[in-house]
C-alpha cells in the first residue's frame, strides 16, 4: 500500500468509525448500533472500550486526522470523570451519550483497569505530538494539538533517557504553540508544527 493509499483509507475509516452508529459521545464502539447483532451490554457486541478508543485516536494522529483524534481523546476524559478518581473501567456500555447523560457502567468490567488507565496518556502524548527517542537523546514535537476543552498545558521533569525537559503549550484560534521551558541534561528538542 502506498503512503496516498494509506492517507486515503485512514481518512475513510476515521470517518467511519467517528459515525453516529459508531460513536455515541463516550467513545467508539466495538459494534455499530446498527448492526444486526448489536447490544450495547454485549461484551464485544456494542461497549465502547477506553484502550480501543486510545489505539484508534493515535492512529488517526499519525495520519492527520488531528481533529477526530482530539474529538476521541474529549470523550474518554468526559467518561473518565463520571467514575471515582477518573479512574476508567475495562469497558462501559455503548448507550448513546444522550440516552443516560451519564456512561452507564457494564456491568462486569474490572474497574479500575491497566490498559483502560493508559488510555487518557496515551491520547495526551499523541495529541501532543510527542515522539521520544532516549537512545538519540532526542524529542520530535509533531503538528501538537491540545483538545478543545484545554487552553494551556504544562508538562514539568518529563524524561526522555536522562534528560528532563519543562514544556509549555498554548492554543488560540485552533493553533497550538509549544515553548521549550526548561532542559536538563543533553536533549535536542525538535517542534515540528506542520
Known amino acids: ?24 459521545g463516550w467513545g467508539i464502539r466495538t459494534l455499530s448500533s446498527q ?7 454485549g461484551y464485544h ?4 472500550w477506553p484502550h480501543d ?21 474529549a470523550a474518554v476524559v468526559d467518561t473518565a ?18 440516552a443516560f447523560g451519564i456512561p452507564v457502567r457494564y456491568p462486569i468490567a474490572c ?13 495526551v502524548t499523541s495529541t501532543l505530538g510527542l515522539v521520544p527517542d532516549a537512545f538519540e537523546a532526542t524529542l520530535r514535537i509533531v503538528r501538537p494539538r491540545l483538545p478543545a476543552f484545554v487552553n494551556h498545558l504544562e508538562l514539568r521533569g518529563l524524561r526522555v533517557g536522562r534528560a528532563r525537559v519543562d514544556l509549555s503549550f498554548d ?4 493553533t497550538t504553540r509549544v515553548t ?9 528538542v525538535r517542534v515540528d508544527s506542520g
Open 45 to 48: 457486541s456494542g461497549t465502547v
Open 171 to 174: 492554543s488560540r484560534d485552533g
Open 1 to 24: 500500500m502506498t503512503a496516498d493509499e494509506a492517507a486515503w483509507h485512514a481518512a475513510r475509516v476515521g470517518a467511519r468509525l467517528l459515525h453516529d452508529d459508531m460513536f455515541g
Open 81 to 98: 470523570q463520571d467514575f471515582p478518581q477518573e479512574r476508567l473501567p475495562e469497558c462501559i456500555a455503548g448507550y448513546d451519550k444522550e
Open 180 to 188: 521549550v521551558d526548561r532542559v536538563e541534561g543533553e536533549l535536542d
Open 111 to 123: 474497574h479500575p483497569q491497566a490498559w483502560a488507565a493508559g488510555a487518557i496518556p496515551h491520547l
Open 53 to 73: 478508543n486510545g489505539l484508534i485516536g493515535a492512529g488517526l494522529r499519525r495520519y492527520g486526522h488531528d481533529a477526530e483524534a482530539g474529538r476521541i481523546l
Open 35 to 41: 448492526a444486526r447483532a448489536y447490544n450495547p451490554v
